[in-house]
Each structure stands twice: as structure tokens, then as C-alpha cells.
């Protein structure tokens, strides 16, 4: 009886050594693991024939009895932190289920709680083991997805992991420098920096962000921003240091273009004649260039910070101002507006200046400030004056000239009138005279001679008396454009005040001819079936 009980118990020793080295081998799985025990258990019963062993665990089930057996006669439950798992369950062969619970009760059920127990901390083991693979490869797939290259190095300060992103960035291969020391990556001129920070960091002290340069395939280091933390266990030891480089070729390349920028900026800022002043929302002035420092006499440092009002007048006429309209339309409504302003440079010194206020705003339209471009108008305003001077005295002297030319023109016109008239009175003698006594002495001549030779003679002198008097006829001619040369004759003797008797005389024509050119006359002038006078209405043309 006690032998049976020794080598019962010897079984069960054996079973349990070999289910420790089971779960012990770190390359089975958990279906593995389940099977192999599932196996193992019975062999610790005096017959292993008698029972059969099936283990279900994650919804898995290990173990298939056979299925005219005995329903299982005991179940042993798989704790895993304190939460049930699975369950180991016994079957027994058919008329062995006594059998099955006197081993029970002789320490079976014992045996089974400890296979379970240590199926239980395989399984959490497995699980942990999988849940920290799953987080390495993660990990790991994360690593590979950033840009920025991501290094371990070990407490030897060589590189134990890089992520891919080390050959995109340096065009070396990841397999090149694992396991080389970190400073065989480092630009020459960063090496002892970057190695004092090491050793600092893996004795404690924690460093900020920094910059160095990694060497690449190509000739020319590339810049890159460094952050490193040191790794630690849960006992605070160092491991390790974690590190982060991220490059900034693109960062350079961006703040010496901001700085060339920013260079050019100023130097044209600095360079401009007018005084810039830029001011803050609440128009506290933020910075002012030297023209406008040159223009008031302050330095920059008396400025800043300081409100505008600093270069009025007077505080004053600073409030004055900022309840114009003009101010409001720049502060309030946010318009440009240009205008003239007297101002007060630091010696106490008065002056005009000409204002262009305009709003400051961003990318989005909010408002950054007020930027002022103010401008010295004084030479202007003395040229202004001068002009202004000059031009008055210029309207005084075409005022006065104008004067004497009108004197002048009003003499020259009394002075061409009377000339006119005596000219006018010159022609009317020559013509009256002509007419009045050397034509009637010609007629005469002319009746009491019958001479042909005679006649002929002073027909030739009368036609060219006439002639001569001609000219002076030019007036009555222009007048009545209408007339033939009979009519104009026949005219200027009716303006003589001769009657058709005499002018028939003179002209050798009957009375009847006078007549007829005399009605032809009346009617061109627009005299016909009126009772104005023929001789007054001429002596008023030709007057």
C-alpha cells in the first residue's frame, strides 16, 4: 500500500517536472504548451488509461476524450491576475469515475491546481511576451514612419538601433554604424561637445536641445537638431540614451534667407529719407529708423516704448488730434489717410511735417499696428512761400504793366482815329474838289467846244481823273458791293447833291438813264417803295 502511494506520488513528481520544462521552453506557443500537458497529466495516474485531460483557455480547446466516457468528474479553473482564463477538466473511462474521485480525495485535485497555477503564469507570460512584441513592432513601424532619425546608443556610447530615416537623411545604411560608436557619425568640430553631453546625460544631468552636423555620403555635413534623454530601468539605472535628430537644412536655408531679408529690410528702412515710426496696437512706439531719429533729435531708446505724443506740440495737441476725424479713420476705421501736422523736434524747435498714417495688419487681416511715414515739408512750405511771394509781386507788376499798355492802346486808338479821320477828311477834299470844280469845268469844256481832238483830250483826262479819285471811292464801292461802276458813279454824284439834270450833264446820258440807274440803286439798297432819302442814306454809309 505505501509503495503504491511512493510511486504515485513519484508520478506526479515527474509529471510536474516535465510540465515545468514545457512551459519553460521560451519557443513553444500556448496551443503547443496545452497539448503537451494535456498529454502529460494523465501519465501521473496509476493507469493513464483511465482518465483523459482536455484544457480550454482563450476560447481554445486542447485534449479531445473519448466520447463514451464519463462527463467530467472534476474541473480545475486557470487564474491568470486573478481573473479565470480557461479550465482544466478530467474525464474518466466508463466504470472509473469512483476510481477518479477516491484519487481526488487522495491528493489528485492538489496535483491539478498546481498544473493549472502554472498554466496560469505561462499564459500571462505569453500574453505579456505578445502584447511587448505587438508594442515593439509598433514601435518599430512607427520608428520607420517618422522623418526624423531615431537612435539608441548603449552605455559603451555605441548605436544599438536607427531607424531607415538615418539613410534617407545621410545616405548611409542603417547596418553600416550599428554597433559603431555614435561619435564615428559626428561632424569633427561637434565630436567633443557631443560626447561631454553624453557623459553628462548617462550620469544624470539632462541636456536642452542642440545642434551639430552628421556626416553624409556626399562631402558636405548635414545640419541637425539634436534631442537626447537618458533611458532608465525601473530601478532609475541607465541604460542608455535616446536621441532624436531632426534635420534642418531647410530651417537654415529659411532663417538666412529671414536674415537676409530681415538685412535688406532694415537697411532700407534705415536708408529712407522720412521718419518711419511702427507703433503697437495700443500705439505705444515699437521702432523708429534714423531718418526719423536725424529728423527730431531724440535717440532710439528716448522713443521706444513711448507714445507719439512725445513728438507733438504738446500732450495737448495730441489729445487734439486723436479726436480728429483723421484719427479716427485710420484707429477706428482703419483707412490711410495723408495729411499735414506741426510737430516738435527735441530742441523745443517747431515744424511742419506732412503724415501718412496707415494700419498695419497680418496674413488674416488682424491688426498688427499703425505704421506713421512722416516727412519734413519745411523747405517746401519756404518755397511755397516764395512762390506765393514771387507771384504776387508778379500780379502787381502785370497789373501795372496791363495799366500802361491800355493807357498806351487808348492813345494809339485816339491816335489812329483822328489819323483815320483826317485820312477819311483827305480823300473826301481831294474827291470833292475833283468832282466840284475840275469835272464841271471839264462838262463845260466839253459844250462849248466841237472840237474832236478837244473832246477826245478831255475825255482821256477825265477818265483818268477818275482813276486817280478811285481809291479814295473804295469805301462807298465795299459798301455797296452790289453796284455796277455806272451806279457807284451815278451814287457819288447823288451824294454830291446832284439832281438828274446835272448828272445827265456830266455823264452825256439822258435824265432818263440818271433815273433808271438812280431806281436800280434804291431797290439794291433795299430803299425801294420807302421814303427814305437816296443822298442821306449814302452820306450815313460813308460816314
Known amino acids: 500500500m505505501h509503495g503504491d502511494y511512493r510511486d504515485l506520488r513519484m508520478r506526479e513528481l515527474l509529471s510536474l517536472l516535465e510540465i515545468g520544462r514545457v512551459v519553460e521552453e521560451r519557443d513553444r506557443d500556448l496551443a503547443d504548451i496545452c497539448r503537451r500537458i494535456a498529454r502529460v497529466i494523465p501519465r501521473s495516474w496509476p493507469d493513464s488509461r483511465d482518465v483523459s485531460i482536455r484544457i480550454t483557455i482563450e476560447n481554445c480547446t486542447y485534449g479531445s476524450p473519448v466520447p463514451s466516457w464519463e462527463p467530467p468528474a472534476e ?21 472509473m469515475q469512483e476510481r477518479c474521485d477516491q484519487a481526488f480525495r487522495d491528493g489528485k485535485a492538489l496535483f491539478l491546481r498546481i498544473v493549472a497555477h502554472r498554466l496560469g503564469q505561462t499564459f500571462e507570460r505569453i500574453k505579456a511576451e505578445r502584447d511587448l512584441r505587438d508594442r515593439n513592432e509598433q514601435y518599430h513601424s512607427l520608428m520607420e514612419t517618422l522623418r526624423d532619425v531615431v537612435y539608441v546608443i548603449d552605455l559603451q556610447g555605441r548605436f544599438s538601433y536607427l531607424n531607415s530615416a538615418l539613410t534617407e537623411l545621410t545616405g548611409f545604411a542603417v547596418e553600416e554604424f550599428l554597433g559603431r560608436p555614435f561619435t564615428d557619425l559626428i561632424a569633427g568640430p561637434y565630436v567633443a561637445d557631443t560626447l561631454d553631453r553624453f557623459n553628462r546625460g548617462i550620469a544624470g544631468e539632462e541636456s536642452p536641445i542642440y545642434e551639430a552636423e552628421f556626416l553624409a555620403r556626399t562631402d558636405e555635413p548635414v545640419p541637425v537638431e539634436l534631442h537626447v534623454t537618458t533611458l532608465r530601468d525601473a530601478d532609475r539605472t541607465p541604460l542608455g540614451r535616446l536621441g532624436i535628430a531632426r534635420d534642418v537644412r531647410e530651417r537654415k536655408k529659411a532663417h538666412r534667407a529671414l536674415m537676409e531679408s530681415e538685412l535688406l529690410m532694415r537697411s532700407l528702412f534705415n536708408s529712407l529719407q522720412a521718419g518711419v515710426v511702427v507703433m503697437r496696437p495700443d500705439r505705444a512706439i515699437l521702432r ?46 482703419g483707412r490711410t489717410v495723408t495729411f499735414e501736422y506741426e510737430m516738435k523736434r527735441k530742441n523745443g524747435e517747431i515744424f511742419p511735417t506732412e503724415h501718412t498714417l496707415s494700419p498695419l495688419r497680418n496674413d488674416a487681416g488682424e491688426e498688427m499696428g499703425i505704421l506713421s511715414v512722416v516727412r519734413d515739408i519745411t523747405e517746401r512750405k519756404r518755397a511755397e512761400q516764395a512762390l506765393k511771394k514771387a507771384y504776387d509781386g508778379m500780379e502787381t507788376k502785370v497789373e501795372e504793366r496791363t495799366a500802361e499798355l491800355m493807357e498806351t492802346n487808348t492813345a494809339l486808338r485816339v ?129
Open 75 to 95: 474541473k480545475i479553473p486557470i487564474l491568470a491576475r486573478g481573473r479565470t482564463v480557461g479550465v482544466i477538466e478530467l474525464f474518466s473511462a466508463p466504470g
Open 288 to 333: 523708429v529708423n534714423e531718418g526719423l531719429i536725424r529728423m527730431f533729435g531724440y535717440s532710439e531708446e528716448e522713443l521706444i516704448g513711448q507714445t507719439p505724443g512725445k513728438l507733438h506740440v504738446g500732450s495737448d495737441r495730441y489729445n487734439e488730434f486723436l479726436s480728429t476725424r483723421l484719427a479716427g479713420e485710420v484707429f477706428e476705421k
Open 415 to 543: 491816335l489812329l482815329k483822328t489819323r483815320e479821320r483826317d485820312k477819311q477828311q483827305l480823300e473826301d477834299n481831294i474827291v470833292s474838289n475833283v468832282k466840284k470844280i475840275i469835272f464841271p469845268q471839264i462838262h463845260q469844256m466839253k459844250r462849248q467846244t466841237n472840237a474832236s481832238k478837244t473832246l477826245a483830250v478831255l475825255d482821256m483826262l477825265e477818265s483818268n481823273l477818275e482813276e486817280i479819285v478811285k481809291p479814295f471811292s473804295q469805301k462807298l464801292s465795299s459798301e455797296y458791293f452790289g453796284l455796277t461802276g455806272k451806279e457807284i458813279q451815278i451814287a457819288n454824284f447823288v451824294k454830291e447833291g446832284k439832281n438828274n439834270r446835272e448828272i445827265a450833264e456830266m455823264m452825256h446820258v439822258t435824265q432818263r438813264t440818271v433815273g433808271f440807274h438812280r431806281e436800280n440803286i434804291r431797290r439794291k439798297l433795299g430803299l425801294k417803295n420807302r421814303k427814305t432819302n437816296l443822298r442821306s442814306h449814302l452820306l450815313v454809309c460813308t460816314s
